[in-house]
């Protein structure tokens, strides 16, 4: 079992920027890919960006292209989504996901387990 949890969300103003933070615990040790999605109200659940173990892959929503960053370090266990130039459109709640092996996927169903959720809100 690997436990999630993240951090970081708030209320920020557009063109503002906020850094998101997901530690993990439990078996954490194994190798893992570590995922960002993101649900706003009456949408569906989408990815937002995702790294596998090593971090030699990334992937990242073309919403998000050249605004968030993703970053891990495995040695604390710890994943982080820095996002800069928020629009009110990525105002939704932030999921930190992870899932077993090497591959990154797109669909959330994909992966293991899954943190509580925090909220990102970006007024205009």
């Known amino acids: 079992q690997v436990q999630l949890v993240e951090s970081g969300g708030g209320l920020v103003q557009a063109g503002g920027s906020l850094r998101l933070s997901c530690a993990a615990s439990?078996?954490?040790?194994?190798?893992?890919?570590m995922g960002w999605f993101r649900q706003a109200p009456g949408k569906e659940r989408e990815i937002v960006a995702a790294?596998?173990?090593?971090?030699?892959?990334?992937y990242y929503a073309d919403a998000v292209k050249g605004r968030f960053t993703i970053s891990r370090d495995n040695a604390k266990n710890t994943v982080h989504l820095q996002m800069n130039s928020l629009k009110p459109e990525d105002t939704a709640v932030y999921y930190c996901?992870?899932?077993?092996?090497?591959?990154?996927?797109?669909?959330?169903?994909?992966?293991?387990?899954w943190g509580q959720g925090t909220q990102v809100t970006v007024s205009s």
């Open positions: 790294m596998n173990w090593s971090g030699g892959y990334t």
């Open positions: 439990g078996r954490a040790s194994s190798r893992y890919v």
């Open positions: 996901a992870a899932r077993y092996g090497d591959s990154i996927y797109a669909f959330g169903g994909r992966y293991d387990y």
